[in-house]
């Protein structure tokens, strides 16, 4: 018996279902109830609450999602090996938990979600988490169809979306992320909270979407972030001249110098660049 409900430990769960973890699906499986707990609270309130889960594995986190209120969890997983524990904690909690067989790269929940905003908390597997997250971020229109997200990541991915300027870790995903969404790293998990333990320390990341990010076309901040990190020892002057435009005029309508190097700029001066481009090319 768990710390949270009266389910069967996930150790007897993945045994009784021969669901060891995949390598190739980017699995390490989280056991240790309190902590998928500790996940599910930093999600906020649940009792109201759609939570959209990406692959939930055995259902640790799910069970916690769900125990502690969600009034809904549509959990999606691609591994058939896992519909078996999924489908057991959805007898024991009848009606909340909808899961769907799908690979969450391609799948989109909206359809399922009736218009209200959803949660989305996962444990990501490492090999999809950063595409997952950019193409949340990306979402139109803004806001998005979520009103926080609650995420793990390998420590280092979570530190390159919560950094700001001037931090070794600054870079295309941190404007993006913090142009959209207030972010915040919460807390960090060992490797050996796993099965198997990852190499890495992982850390739980909360996202909560800007209602009014400042304005600026989004195509056009994630050229401008292209270029200036692509290049990102060289100063905006010569990074920034792929774009076809003076790289002074942009750095000018930033309020910077074009001496100045990427991670040195703040998000409100890629922002400005990207008006300026936008103007340049009169694509307002």
Not at 62 to 90: F, H, N, S
Request: one cysteine or more; hydrophobic letters at 45%.
């Amino acid at each position: 018996m768990s710390t949270i409900d009266d389910l069967p430990p996930l150790r007897e769960v993945i045994q009784r279902h021969d669901l060891a973890a995949k390598k190739s699906l980017g699995q390490n499986f989280l056991l240790d109830l309190n902590l998928t707990a500790r996940i599910a609270r930093a999600a906020g309130p649940l009792e109201d609450a759609t939570v959209v889960e990406i692959g939930p594995g055995p259902g640790g986190l799910t069970r916690a999602l769900l125990a502690l209120g969600a009034r809904r969890v549509i959990a999606i997983e691609r591994d058939q090996r896992a519909l078996g524990p999924l489908a057991e904690i959805a007898e024991r909690y009848p009606g909340r938990l909808e899961v769907i067989c799908a690979d969450a790269m391609t799948y989109d929940p909206r359809p399922l979600l009736g218009g209200a905003p959803a949660k989305i908390v996962a444990n990501l597997p490492y090999n999809v988490a950063t595409p997952l997250l950019v193409g949340w971020l990306e979402s139109e229109p803004w806001p998005p169809w979520y009103d926080c997200m609650v995420l793990m990541f390998q420590r280092e991915v979570a530190q390159r979306i919560v950094a700001t300027e001037d931090d070794d870790a600054y870079g295309r995903l941190a404007v993006l992320a913090n142009w959209r969404a207030q972010t915040k790293l919460l807390f960090d998990i060992a490797p050996s909270a796993f099965v198997p333990p990852p190499k890495v320390t992982s850390s739980v990341v909360r996202l909560i979407p800007r209602a009014e990010p400042e304005p600026c076309d989004l195509k056009l901040l994630e050229q401008v972030t292209a270029a200036a990190f692509g290049q990102r020892r060289k100063m905006l002057r010569q990074s920034l001249k792929s774009l076809g435009v003076d790289p002074a005029q942009l750095a000018a309508a930033a309020g910077i110098e074009p001496t100045r190097r990427a991670e040195t700029v703040p998000i409100s001066g890629f922002v400005a660049m990207a008006r300026e481009l936008a103007n340049s090319r009169g694509t307002k």
